[in-house]
């Protein structure tokens, strides 16, 4: 089985997510990835964030859903976690992994959002049912 999980940075003031377009994949996502052995899903979610964009957090996630994502594999799941405590200590920098990250507001998320993305933020803000699968 592998596991993984995502990062659901909500910036609530300006009512915004933060979102990262890969470079080795199409479309914007939730920062995240693999956990490795030996890390807890709330430890590797820290790093991620911080490698992916410059994100501290602050406050504990509060894990919001767990999925099946059978287009991965038919072994991966990933946790999603909501993170509304949280600093950017700078503006991420593109790289060989992310070439693009910042904040979009909910209602003006960029083309190429993918659709696990836009399902995920249906289920944590307009209180949609919360799929199995990814």
Same mark, same amino acid.
């Given at each position: 089985?592998?596991?993984?999980?995502?990062?659901?940075?909500?910036?609530?003031?300006?009512?915004?997510?933060?979102? $990262?377009?890969?470079?080795?994949?199409? *479309?914007?996502?939730?920062?995240?990835?693999? %956990?490795?052995?030996? +890390?807890?899903? &709330? =430890?590797a979610l820290s790093r991620e964030?911080?490698?992916?964009?410059?994100?501290?957090?602050?406050?504990?996630?509060v894990l919001r859903s767990f999925?099946?994502?059978?287009?991965?594999?038919?072994?991966?799941? $990933?946790?999603?976690?909501?993170?509304? *405590?949280?600093?950017?200590?700078?503006?991420? %920098?593109?790289?060989? +992994?992310?070439? &693009? =990250?910042?904040?979009?507001?909910?209602?003006?998320?960029?083309?190429?959002?993918?659709?696990?993305?836009?399902?995920?933020?249906?289920?944590?803000?307009d209180n949609a049912p919360v799929?199995?699968?990814?």
């Amino acid at each position: 089985m592998t596991l993984g999980m995502r990062g659901v940075v909500y910036d609530a003031e300006n009512h915004a997510v933060f979102l $990262v377009r890969h470079t080795y994949v199409k *479309g914007w996502h939730f920062p995240g990835g693999g %956990v490795e052995p030996g +890390e807890s899903t &709330e =430890a590797a979610l820290s790093r991620e964030l911080v490698e992916e964009g410059n994100i501290e957090i602050l406050e504990r996630p509060v894990l919001r859903s767990f999925h099946f994502n059978r287009m991965a594999s038919n072994r991966d799941h $990933v946790a999603v976690y909501l993170i509304t *405590g949280f600093r950017q200590t700078h503006p991420h %920098v593109p790289d060989r +992994e992310i070439a &693009e =990250a910042r904040f979009f507001p909910l209602d003006a998320l960029p083309d190429g959002t993918s659709d696990g993305t836009r399902r995920r933020i249906a289920e944590i803000f307009d209180n949609a049912p919360v799929s199995d699968e990814w």
